[in-house]
């Protein structure tokens, strides 16, 4: 048996602010380099971005640049750059950031 419920508009409205919380999106776009593995370049959550990891990989060639660490590092923080783009963010909403090296040469 299905029965009618009627929120009030203050229970009404939490529960859409509930949904937008838990809502997931994914992000793609052409303007950074693709995910390397079977994930997204960035997932939303609510007002979270979660950006992946990425790497100097240039997205015109779908190589790594070459020029060394720093070079690579530019890149990355482009790619980055352009992931927060398409989802209306800049790097200045960024609250934390971690760095992986293999070879600090």
Do not use: W
Request: net charge positive; with cysteine.
């Amino acid at each position: 048996m299905q029965r009618n419920v009627s929120f009030s508009p203050v229970v009404r409205q939490r529960l859409i602010m509930e949904e937008e919380i838990t809502r997931r999106l994914t992000v793609d776009t052409k303007n950074a380099a693709a995910a390397v593995g079977p994930y997204s370049q960035a997932v939303v959550i609510g007002k979270t971005v979660y950006v992946s990891g990425t790497m100097g990989i240039s997205p015109a060639t779908n190589s790594l640049v070459s020029g060394g660490t720093r070079k690579e590092a530019e890149m990355a923080l482009k790619n980055i750059s352009e992931v927060l783009k398409t989802v209306g963010c800049t790097t200045h909403n960024v609250v934390k950031v971690t760095v992986l090296l293999t070879d600090m040469q």
